[in-house]
């Protein structure tokens, strides 16, 4: 067929789109590509040229014939041998050394590894960017690639049988791509194909019995976030066997490409919801053995975009190329060009690694909460980090993230601590924590001879709530009272009781109640300024006035959705300056990320910062964080500025129970230009 000539060979079957019906059409192939003999074409991307838009060559897996390249413009291919390629996946703006690279990954079967490549000058040729291949061990039953839009990041997906899909981060050292596999989801045998859409930082993957799979493609994302996005026969709009997948970026829409090998034929998903907008076959595949599908963007004159279908004919292997242009007039949809994959978004979110992560807690699950740091009155190194353990009680760190010693008092949700309070005719440093066990609001004295928590109370405080979860402190500047705020999980309902000596130890007396309105956990008072911050998980932050007379008065600091927050919205501290300057850091739990305030005037909005892998130290990312605390303390050499404590919901690479991350504050204020 020549070359630009499209045909559209009509509809056939329901031809005509009936009451919302999905158009069943064939489709004309616009030009074939011949392939070397012996050449059994698994997998195909097609690479565009970054520095000439008008080069396009299609990098084959060809089996035991290694890569191919096949020109889209000049009548020539070649092949790279030294490997028996099974899948191949492209991503571009790829930083190697100083440049931004397309960067070719492919699939050794001999090998059983994967192994990265580069186009060469001309596209000619690849050179190797592997040094040591990736070692996946498994039988592979799909690969792509995924490009962070967060943390720029890439990743490979290797889905393996028996249903195992290996999540590798692409690294890189002195111009060579090196490998960290980074989590494994556990998906069921039948995972076949899979795709990646970066900008929804979504994977689909193909599952051959089921249908497709969407699932969070961040790896400190919650594996659990699956959702079924089209089921196979009889329930679905699909065939009987799904094993490819593909996907087309436009400006305003994105569908997904889903091949069923049996009948060769094509549905096409709008994507996020995967509405079925119809299926094409190739009107002149008269064997169809097709075991991949590649769509996206190419060179003119295939302004529309192409799909190409590499055919494995025994005799006369091929690409068959569609224009997109002849599907999107089959299936109706409207005609728009799909994205360039070079053009490479900027992340936009600061990113900041954590320098020490703590031992895991002691219990599986979800165990880890809340966090306060504590400073010791000499020698700052030996500060400690108190770590409210819900399952167990408090767990007690040091800067180095080694535990010290863990208090089985009940499950402990959150803490807060003050320092130097002067109660019952003496300094204290005095530490709260919500007891859920007991029903009771805890109170801890530090020794800071014997570096002990130790109980306070001289009999137990009953909140007098049915499930006490959030706990926080406030030293009031103006009094010079230590009060204690406690929260009822259900109901958002406060109670603040102002501390007080008992003999030695100490009491408390109920002052205040007022009701936020649903579930909180995360509350910080200001001392300075009198100010109460409040987290309601799906509504927002608040800021009450912490004095007990202040009643229920409050401003709204930010809100979810169509505020910047993402529920649930967690943990709060605050971090305090010179002078009633400072920071309120927020556990913005929805988006695994942080949103900083001034702590002044009407608390502006700073920005929003991630804490991801520090892949130097081994230590994975932060995500879904409860509770957190922050110091402006200079807590020696690795925190000379301050710290940042924070749960981490999911302790990755290597799997393990929860834990904390801490993070120097100067790496904060570097990522957010705060100073
Ligand atoms: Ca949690
Ligand atoms: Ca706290
Ligand atoms: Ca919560
Ligand atoms: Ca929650
Ligand atoms: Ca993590
Ligand atoms: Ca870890």
């Known amino acids: ?97 100083n440049d931004a690279e397309a960067v070719v990954v492919a699939h050794d079967r001999a090998a059983g590894a994967l192994r990265a490549f580069t186009v060469t000058a001309g596209a000619r040729g690849l050179r190797e960017r592997t040094r040591v291949p990736l070692v996946i061990g498994a039988e592979l039953t799909g690969l792509c690639l995924y490009r962070s839009p967060v943390t720029a990041k890439v990743y490979a997906f290797a889905s393996t049988e028996p249903g195992v899909v290996q999540q590798w981060e692409l690294t890189v050292r002195g111009g060579v791509v090196d490998g960290r596999r980074v989590r494994d989801l556990a998906m069921g045998s039948g ?23 969407r699932v969070a493609a961040e790896p400190e994302a919650d594996p659990a976030d699956r959702i079924l996005l089209a089921r196979t026969t009889p329930h679905g709009s699909l065939g009987e066997e799904v094993k490819v997948v593909a996907i087309r970026r436009e400006a305003d829409r994105t569908y997904l490409l889903a091949l069923d090998d049996e009948e060769a034929r094509v ?37 529309a975009g192409l799909v ?49 992560e703590t031992e895991p807690v002691l219990d599986y699950g979800d165990a880890a909460d809340d966090a306060a740091i504590w400073i010791h009155p000499r020698d700052p190194a030996q500060s400690l980090i108190i770590g409210a353990q819900k399952k167990r009680g408090i767990e007690i760190y040091d800067l180095a993230g080694r535990r010290r010693y863990a208090l089985a008092v009940g499950r402990t949700n959150n803490v807060d601590l003050r320092q130097g309070v002067r109660l019952g005719g003496r300094q204290r440093d005095i530490v709260a924590g919500s007891n859920r066990d007991a029903r009771t609001l805890d109170l801890y004295e530090m020794n800071p001879e014997t570096l002990q928590l130790e109980s306070a109370v001289a009999a137990p405080i009953a909140t007098g709530l049915r499930d006490p979860y959030g706990v926080c402190l406030y030293h009031s500047a103006r009094s010079g009272k230590l009060y204690a705020f406690v929260n009822d999980v259900e109901t958002g309902e406060y109670r603040q009781w102002e501390i007080e000596p008992a003999g030695e130890r100490l009491g408390a007396r109920l002052v205040r109640t007022f009701t936020v309105g649903s579930q909180a956990e995360g509350c910080v008072a200001d001392d300075e300024t009198g100010a109460l911050y409040v987290a309601e998980e799906d509504v927002g932050l608040w800021r009450y006035a912490a004095e007990p007379d202040a009643g229920e008065s409050r401003r709204s600091i930010d809100t979810v959705s169509p505020g910047r927050l993402r529920a649930d919205v967690e943990g709060l501290a605050l971090y305090r300056g010179a002078e009633g300057s400072g920071f309120l850091i927020v556990s913005n739990q929805g988006a695994d990320n942080y949103a900083v305030y001034r702590r002044e005037g009407d608390n ?12 130097a130290l081994g230590i994975d990312g932060a995500a879904e964080t409860d509770g957190l605390d922050v110091s402006s303390a200079a807590l020696g050499g690795a925190f000379p500025q301050g710290l940042l404590v924070v749960q981490d919901g999911r302790n990755i690479t290597p799997p393990e129970r929860q834990n904390f991350k801490l993070v120097p504050w100067e790496r904060i204020a570097a990522a957010l230009q705060l100073n």
């Open 267 to 303: 549905h096409v998903y709008q994507l996020p919801a995967g509405v079925h907008r119809g299926a094409f076959t190739l009107a002149a595949a008269d064997d169809p053995q097709i075991e991949s599908l590649w769509s996206g963007f190419a060179p003119p004159p295939f302004d």
């Open 604 to 615: 502006a909005f700073v920005g929003f910062f991630a804490i991801v892998a520090n892949d």
């Open 191 to 213: 995972i076949a194909g899979c795709v990646a859409d970066d900008a929804a930082q979504s994977l689909y993957l193909a599952d051959e019995r089921i249908g497709i799979w």
């Open 308 to 356: 190409v279908v590499p055919e494995p004919d025994a005799s006369a292997p091929r690409y068959r190329l569609l224009s997109w242009s002849t599907v999107a007039a089959a299936l109706r949809l409207p005609l728009a060009a799909p994205l360039d994959p070079r053009v490479v978004p900027a992340s936009s979110m600061p990113l900041v690694e954590p320098t020490v």
């Open 1 to 97: 067929m020549a070359g630009a000539t499209l045909l559209f060979a009509g509809c056939s079957g329901s031809a005509l789109q009936q009451s919302g019906e999905p158009i069943d059409a064939r489709v004309i192939v616009a030009r074939d590509l011949p392939l070397p003999e012996r050449s059994e074409p698994l997998g195909a991307v097609l690479w565009v040229d970054p520095r000439e838009a008008t080069r396009g060559v299609i990098i084959g897996a060809a089996g035991p014939a290694g890569l191919t390249l096949t020109s889209l413009d000049r009548p020539d291919s070649g092949t790279v041998g030294g490997l028996v390629a099974d899948a191949v996946a492209l991503v571009y703006g790829f930083k190697l050394d």
